[in-house]
């Protein structure tokens, strides 16, 4: 599996915009850019995802690099709730037979300043 | 509604007992997958289960492992004797097709004694 880099910690102020970074430099043109998030004690959850165009959602946006090398996760207004870990994960080629597991790896403490 | 169901969501066994992990994912999904998660650890992948069947699993996924859908809806997961070091929460996700996201369930956390 292509290998991503996040920064282990990242701390932003509540109702500011926050700018997650991950860095997949080994990233094949069929890899799609995966995040999720886990909140204490819970499990993982879906975020957003893409591949070659930026993506927004109700809960984020995601930024993808022209050369595909690096992606920025965007929470455009965080609040106390969006304090978790962040897992930027590549996933590949979609094929019939449900084997496209998830690798994660240690991802981004995000902590909310109030 | 949580799409993906786990239950229970605390189970303590003694070593070299039996468990049986639950997962009720809506009944249109096909594809399957469980994971776990020690404490403090990287969550870790184990087997994915598509069309009745496993299609990979981990080294993790050893013979004391096995998983099954009886009845077409509930999806287990069942290690046939525990050992301490599979203490750890045990997280079931679903993907509906091809593309997308995964979603998963809150967990069951599974502490031996």
């Known amino acids: 599996d292509a290998k991503t880099t996040q920064p282990n910690s990242m701390e932003s102020n509540e109702e500011e915009p926050v700018h997650l970074p991950c860095n997949h430099s080994t990233i094949s043109g069929t890899d799609y850019i995966h995040w999720y998030r886990q909140l204490p004690s819970q499990g993982p959850e879906y975020v957003i995802h893409g591949l070659t165009s930026n993506v927004n959602n109700r809960m984020a946006s995601l930024a993808i690099a022209e050369d595909r090398k690096s992606s920025t996760l965007i929470l455009h207004r965080a609040t106390l709730r969006d304090a978790a870990v962040y897992y930027c994960i590549l996933r590949g080629r979609i094929s019939n037979f449900g084997n496209e597991k998830l690798t994660f790896g240690t991802g981004t403490r995000l902590t909310i300043i109030p | 509604e949580p799409e993906v169901t786990q239950t229970p969501s605390h189970q303590v066994t003694q070593m070299g007992q039996e468990v049986i992990l639950r997962c009720v994912p809506i009944?249109?999904?096909?594809?399957f997958y469980w994971y776990r998660q020690i404490l403090g650890q990287k969550v870790e992948f184990l087997v994915s289960f598509y069309n009745n069947e496993i299609s990979e699993k981990s080294e993790i996924f050893d013979d004391q492992f096995s998983v099954e859908r009886p009845d077409g809806s509930n999806f287990t997961l069942k290690i046939r004797s525990t050992k301490l070091e599979d203490s750890a929460m045990y997280f079931c996700a679903r993907r509906l097709g091809p593309a997308g996201g995964y979603t998963f369930g809150s967990g069951t956390r599974l502490t031996v004694v």
């Open positions: 009944s249109n999904h096909l594809y």
